[in-house]
């Protein structure tokens, strides 16, 4: 299928690992135009190399001055859609947070986003069309065990998104989340290591534990989450706003999920 997204301009954060890149992938691939935002100059120059259609922003999505940069590298130029996307807070128990963790998970997770999007929706607007896609995580329909602060914030991301996205409707605008289970990435990695820690399990025992509970008993594949990420920028979505869809191989059990 040809999704009609070639020559187009796209903002995809966290694009130097995981889902992120995955997506910038598949973007690339179709011929689309990618500005990439990543911390890490050096992989975004590694990342840089592998495509002309790349153009990188080494820098905190958090911070005014990054989003500054943004604007500046856009200038005049119509952005198409935007994937909104960074790592989550710390794993945890509840009863092992502070108010600070707190603090700090806010504006990891909930507040540099609603700063993005007043930053760049007002031009989608004026140009009659968008697509913006939050990668958020399984627990927007389903809490994962030591995730609290995680499992917290991504519901207040689904609040925001789903309330703008029906302010907006009219606007050619469209917003939606997905949500991934467990998928073959970093941020994974380092929850299957800190419950290792805190059971005293092998993290081998730990990871097929994660696997086998998903209906397909295996840890998805970014690639395949991309495919459908790339289906929601392009214009096909164009009767689909203010959903959250899970890609977790059938992890959530509730029929809503």
Do not use: C
Not at 46 to 72: C, F, H, N, P, Y
Not at 171 to 177: A, F, Q
Not at 209 to 234: E, H, M, Y
Request: proline letters at 4%; a neutral charge; zero cysteines.
């Amino acid at each position: 299928m040809e999704l009609l997204i070639k020559d187009k301009l796209f903002l995809v954060g966290g694009a130097t690992s995981g889902l992120g890149k995955a997506i910038v992938e598949v973007l690339i691939k179709e011929g689309a135009r990618v500005l990439a935002v990543a911390r890490t100059e050096v992989k975004l120059e590694a990342l840089k190399e592998r495509s002309t259609l790349i153009e990188t922003v080494a820098g905190d999505l958090s911070k005014k001055d990054t989003l500054t940069v943004i604007q500046k590298k856009i200038g005049d130029a119509q952005l198409t859609g935007m994937v909104i996307n960074s790592g989550g807070p710390p794993a945890m128990p509840v009863l092992q947070t502070t108010l600070e963790d707190w603090d700090k998970a806010y504006k990891n997770v909930v507040r540099w986003k609603i700063a993005l999007v007043q930053e760049l929706l007002p031009k989608m607007m004026d140009s009659g069309y968008g697509r913006i896609l939050f990668i958020e995580s399984v627990a927007t329909k389903q809490p994962v065990e030591n995730l609290v602060l995680s499992n917290a914030m991504r519901l207040a991301v689904t609040g925001y998104v789903k309330t703008l996205s029906q302010e907006i409707g009219g606007s050619g605008v469209t917003l939606n989340i997905l949500g991934p289970g467990y998928h073959a990435t970093q941020r994974m990695e380092s929850l299957f290591a800190k419950n290792s820690e805190l059971k005293g399990i092998p993290e081998e025992d730990i990871r097929k534990t994660f696997a086998d509970q998903t209906s397909v008993k295996a840890i998805g594949d970014p690639n395949d989450f991309a495919s459908l990420a790339l289906w929601l920028l392009s214009p096909y979505s164009r009767y689909v706003t203010g959903q959250t869809l899970t890609v977790d191989g059938g992890l959530v059990k509730g029929v809503m999920g």
